[in-house]
C-alpha cells in the first residue's frame, strides 16, 4: 500500500527558508515530485528528482531558491525552501511517478499524492 504523508510546513517570514519532508512507504525508486496549490490556482509543478537522487527539475519559479533531495534509506523526499516570498504560500503536496525513468513536470504522471502540508510565507 502506497502512502505519502507530507510535513515541515508553516508560517514563515519573507527571505526565511523552510524543509518539507514526505514519508514514503508501499514502494521503493521511483521518480519523485514536489507540487503546489495556491488557493484559486491550478495545481503547479515545483520540482522532481529520479530515483537514485541525480536528476533534478525544478520550475522556474523556484530555480535557485529550491532544493529537492531524496534519502532513500529513510524512504523520505525533501524539499528545501530558502529565500521564501509570498507568492510560495500553497499548500505542498508530494507526489509518486508512474513513470520511473522519467523526471516530468506533469502532474498526470504522477499517480500517488500525499494530503498536502500548508506554507505560507508573510511580507
Known amino acids: 500500500q502506497v502512502q505519502l504523508v507530507e510535513s515541515g510546513g508553516g508560517l514563515v517570514q519573507t527571505g526565511n527558508s523552510l524543509r518539507l519532508s514526505c514519508a514514503a512507504s508501499?514502494?521503493?525508486?521511483?521518480?519523485m515530485g514536489w507540487f503546489r496549490q495556491a488557493p484559486g490556482k491550478e495545481r503547479e509543478f515545483v520540482a522532481a528528482?529520479?530515483?537514485?537522487?541525480?536528476?533534478?527539475y525544478y520550475a522556474d519559479s523556484v530555480k535557485g531558491r529550491f532544493t529537492i533531495s531524496r534519502d532513500n534509506a529513510k524512504n523520505t523526499l525533501y524539499l528545501q525552501m530558502n529565500s521564501l516570498k509570498p507568492e510560495d504560500t500553497a499548500v505542498y503536496y508530494c507526489?509518486?511517478?508512474?513513470?520511473?525513468?522519467?523526471?516530468?513536470?506533469?502532474?498526470?504522471?504522477?499517480?500517488?499524492w500525499g494530503q498536502g502540508t500548508q506554507v505560507t510565507v508573510s511580507s
Open positions: 508501499g514502494f521503493t525508486f521511483n521518480t
Open positions: 507526489a509518486r511517478s508512474s513513470v520511473r525513468l522519467r523526471v516530468g513536470r506533469l502532474a498526470n504522471e504522477y499517480d500517488y
Open positions: 528528482v529520479n530515483w537514485n537522487g541525480i536528476i533534478t
